[in-house]
Every structure is written in C-alpha cells, then in structure tokens.
C-alpha cells in the first residue's frame, strides 16, 4: 500500500519551497437557510470589534452564552460532498463561456485547471499532520476527472469523530462541548456588520448582541495557490473582510478569522504548550486561503468575554519559534509539497481512492476504494457540464 512516511521530519527541514499567494478568483455564499448562491457575496461579513476597551465604552465584555437556546444550527449530519465548490466552478465556466460567445474575450478552454481541487479544511489537516499526531487522524476520497484530482472529506468518518467528541463529558468546571461552540458562532455573530460600517444603520450596530446565532449563512472564497510544483484551487469560509474587499481583483483581501479562546498564563508551561497547538491551526487554516489577520476573543471559563487580541498570520510561526518551538511552519509545507507531489503519482486513471490518517500514526496511507467511478465527489451535473465544454 503506499504510504508517505511522517516519521524523519529532518528531510523537510530548512527553507520552504515555493509558495504561490492565494488569490480569489471567484466564491460563493450560503444564505439565511443555506440555499447555496454560486457567484453571490450574499453572506459576506463586515468586521467590527465585539468589544472596546475605551475608558466608558458601552461594552466592556459580554456573555457570549447570551441566546443558546434560540440558536439556529445548520445540520452537519447532510454529506455535502464538494458540491457547493463544483457548482459554483460551474457557473463561474459559463459565465465565462457567455462572455467569450458575445466575442467579450477569446479563451479556448474556460475550465479551471489545477491539479488539485478540495476544500480548504482538507489542505489544513496535510499541513499541520507533522504535528498534529493526538488529534490528527483524518479519512478522505479522492478521484481523478479530466485528469485532476479532487479531494473531498470522508463524512462518515467525520460525523463519528464529532460524535465521540460530543459524548465527551465535560471536565470538572468546564462547560458543555455544545454551549463552546456556540460561544464560537455567538462571538462571529458580535463581530461583523452585514454590511459595510458606513452603510449600516445606528441600531444595527448597536444592536448586535439581540441579533439571534444563525451559523447557516456562509461566505466561501475559492483561491488559485500552489505548493511546491502543485497548483491547488481551494475553497473555504471567511469569516469577514476588514474594511471592504478591494476594487482590483490583484490586490490581498484584507480577510478577518475570528477564534475564541481560554486566556492563556503564559507563565504556565501546560498553557503554552496548548496555545503552539492552536496557533498550528490557526496558522494553517488562514495561511492556505491568504487571511492575514485573526482576531482572538479572549473568554473566561463560563464564557464571558473580557478582551481581545489581534495576530498577524505570517507571524506565527516565529512567535512559535522563539516559544517552546511546537512546530515549525516550513516542515508543514516542505512536507506537504513533498506529499502534494506523492498524491499526484497515485491518484490517477479511473477509480475512487481512500487518504487516511489514523491518530499517533507516523504515516498518511493512500489506497484505491474502487476500481472506477468517481463515488459521490463529481456529480452528472458537473461532468455533464464540462463534458459539453
Ligand atoms: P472558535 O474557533 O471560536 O472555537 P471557525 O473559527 O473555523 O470559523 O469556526 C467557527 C466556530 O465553529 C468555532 O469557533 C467553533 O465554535 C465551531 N467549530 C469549528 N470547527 C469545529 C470543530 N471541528 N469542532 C467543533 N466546533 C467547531
Ligand atoms: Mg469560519
Ligand atoms: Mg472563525
């Protein structure tokens, strides 16, 4: 079976390879309901800040518990495959298709071309797996269609991972698994604006915390990057844009991702050993979709939130490094371009393959499920559409 080795992480010591930016090229949102609206910045956010600590603000801190029980929670028991991803590669190849028809440009071939195509929560858990050995077991497919490869989640084995975590009762002190997720979608829901600040109304700013946690509606940005010699396309949420997105289509989006998060003690060397974690995943997760900023929402233990606090991106792996050195950023993607390379050599021809990570494994094993079709990840609709092309 073959199997890439995590076990020598020496051989990706040293300067990363290259690394393409992140650049938007196209997205789309899920409303309200989460109907999926390709090519709409429907659910984009606006950022600002949930709290001020200006002597006299209005809100000092919040009790991000504050409605749990008329939360509105999106099902995640549905497998969505990558479909939101392919329909809106869809529509986003013919809208450039009636373009060139109505002679506005002259492109011989429309369809998006990268070797790989996933979500952006797959590319995460490759790059933090030198790592991330307690938590990070992970099961995906992937399938090869005209020639590219596309990776979804596995999402039975997903859901039961979720289902152990939820079991889980919580530690002495600690509040249920539920209510800290809702913490989570209650501290996004304090720091956007639905629209940009100049445009919203005194009581829609004002009026954020009565606003009822809906975690249906998303805003998903689809990136062109690269690792190394692979080209990836890329989709996943965004949380918010600081300001407005920009008018050229070349310059970074000043994207927000916001976490919530125990105020560590940094005099404590337990602490700062969960804080490298955490950062690894904050770091992965904004670094493959080009966020340059996270905000943390700083919460006590029965979830109020007292303060906050900004990182900059492309700065966590030195703060990492001059910290008790968890991780290093350029394993994770010398490795990764090591392993992008090794999938591309498998993941050909007909057939649907398993990628699997099993907890404290020193390996990522890649293995053939079906000797053809391509399972639930590319629909009729999708091959239909490019088949037409
Ligand atoms: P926190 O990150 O503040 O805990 P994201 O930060 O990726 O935008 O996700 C928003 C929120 O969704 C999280 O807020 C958390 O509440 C919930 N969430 C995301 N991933 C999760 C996971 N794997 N398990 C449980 N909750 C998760
Ligand atoms: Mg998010
Ligand atoms: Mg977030």
Redesign the pocket.
């Known amino acids: 079976m073959p199997t890439f080795d995590l076990s020598r992480l020496d051989r990706f010591v040293g300067t990363s390879t290259t690394i393409r930016r992140p650049r938007e090229f196209t997205f789309f949102s899920f409303d309200d309901t989460h109907v999926l609206k390709p090519l709409s910045t429907e659910s984009l956010s606006y950022y600002y800040p949930a709290l001020f600590d200006a002597p006299g603000a209005s809100s000092t801190s919040v009790e991000l518990s504050r409605g749990f029980d008329l939360f509105k929670q999106r099902d995640d028991t549905v497998d969505e495959h990558l479909d939101g991803l392919l329909q809106t590669l869809q529509a986003y190849e013919e809208r450039i298709l009636d373009r060139v028809r109505n002679g506005e440009g002259e492109i011989k071939d429309v369809r998006v071309r990268a070797d790989i195509i996933t979500w952006r929560g797959m590319m995460t858990k490759i790059l933090t797996a030198p790592f991330d050995d307690m938590f990070g077991d992970f099961e995906m497919n992937a399938t090869c269609f005209q020639v590219r490869c596309f990776i979804e989640e596995n999402h039975a084995y997903k859901a039961q991972q979720?289902q152990v975590?939820n079991d889980r009762p919580p530690r002495r002190g600690e509040a249920s698994q539920a209510l800290?997720?809702y913490?989570?979608?209650k501290?996004?829901s304090l720091s956007v604006l639905p629209r940009p600040w100049a445009e919203c109304s005194r009581d829609e700013i004002e009026g954020r915390e009565a606003v009822v946690v809906n975690n249906h509606p998303q805003y998903c940005s689809i990136v062109r990057t690269g690792i190394g010699t692979t080209s990836l396309v890329l989709a996943g949420?965004v949380?918010a844009v600081l300001g407005e997105k920009p008018q050229s289509p070349d310059d970074p989006i000043p994207w927000i991702?916001?976490?919530?998060s125990a105020q560590p003690d940094l005099r404590n060397p337990k602490d700062v050993i969960k804080l490298e974690r955490r950062l690894l995943k904050y770091w992965a997760?904004s670094f493959l979709l080009g966020v340059p900023r996270i905000i943390v929402g700083y919460r006590t233990s029965e979830g109020r939130l007292t303060s906050l606090s900004e990182i900059e991106t492309q700065r966590i792996p030195g703060m990492v490094k001059r910290g008790q050195g968890l991780w290093n950023g350029n394993v994770c993607i010398n490795m990764s371009a090591a392993f992008l390379d090794f999938l591309k050599q498998i993941i050909t021809g007909d057939g649907v393959w398993r990628i699997m990570r099993r907890k404290n494994a020193r390996a990522i094993e890649v293995f053939k499920v079906s000797e053809s079709g391509t399972a639930e990840i590319i629909k009729p609709t999708f091959k239909a559409h490019r088949e037409k092309l």
Request: proline share 0%; aromatic share 18%; no cysteine.
């Open positions: 979720n975590q800290m997720q913490w989570g979608y501290f996004e949420e949380d991702e916001l976490k919530t997760q």
